[in-house]
């Protein structure tokens, strides 16, 4: 499958359980990201990885724990989650030309989260 | 960090007229400037981008237009048609930390 896939499409989980998102990139690209989507607000960067290295911690909580052990996958780990951290979760991959820096990220189709 | 700020929240355009949505940023460093399109449901789709090497760039009905000097941007949509129809996100990004407008839903009338 080509572009970005995440998995799973649609999550509900209560507030002590643990799950991951899973993001996998064809592309070739070497830079990841996590954004979250609520509605109304505007997409709100989460992590950024670029060459496998963390490069962006947006001052997310530590319920959410990111992994990147290679370029072509991310996850995010969720622990313990609260009822508004329910949202859109999307991963989008992009290339560092290190001349102009990133270009343009392409998107997952993300993961439907909900915390009961 | 970079703030985005984008204008309309909304716009409503007969068909055929052309849309204009506009995006200011604050961070100097920022070069790089793409816009995407969402449809319900789907994801953001990168429509056309503009490196700040560049002072306008269009793609068939699509074009995208910046001011560094006033650190503002805009995405202009031409004989608009009902495809159109989409929420439209600007970003800007200074070496890899994309930041994104809260997005403009447009809506497109026969």
């Known amino acids: 499958e080509t572009g970005v896939t995440q998995t799973p499409r649609h999550l509900v989980m209560g507030m002590t359980n643990k799950k991951s998102l899973k993001c996998e990139q064809h592309?070739?690209?070497?830079?990841m990201y996590w954004y979250k989507q609520s509605a109304k607000k505007p997409l709100e960067l989460m992590f950024v990885?670029?060459?496998?290295?963390?490069?962006e911690n947006n001052s997310v909580p530590s319920r959410f724990s990111p992994e990147c052990p290679n370029s072509s996958h991310l996850f995010l780990h969720l622990h313990t989650l609260q009822p508004e951290d329910s949202a859109l979760y999307l991963c989008?991959?992009?290339?560092?030309?290190?001349?102009?820096?990133?270009?343009?990220?392409?998107f997952g189709q993300g993961t439907r989260l909900t915390v009961v | 960090g970079e703030n985005v700020e984008q204008h309309p929240s909304t716009l409503s355009v007969q068909e055929g007229d052309s849309a204009v949505i506009k995006c200011t940023y604050s961070?100097?460093?920022?070069?790089?400037f793409p816009w995407y399109k969402q449809e319900l449901g789907k994801r953001p789709q990168l429509i056309i981008d503009?490196?700040?090497?560049?002072g306008e760039k269009k793609d068939q009905r699509i074009a995208v237009t910046l001011n560094k000097t006033a650190k503002h941007f805009s995405l202009h949509i031409t004989e608009t048609q009902p495809e159109d129809s989409a929420v439209y996100f600007c970003?800007?990004?200074?070496?890899?930390?994309?930041?994104f407008g809260a997005g403009t839903q447009v809506v497109v009338t026969p």
């Open positions: 989008a991959s992009s290339q560092d030309d290190r001349a102009w820096g990133l270009t343009g990220a392409f």
């Open positions: 592309l070739g690209h070497n830079a």
């Open positions: 990885y670029s060459l496998e290295e963390r490069v």
């Open positions: 961070d100097s460093a920022s070069n790089y």
């Open positions: 503009i490196r700040s090497n560049v």
């Open positions: 970003a800007a990004s200074s070496w890899g930390k994309f930041q």
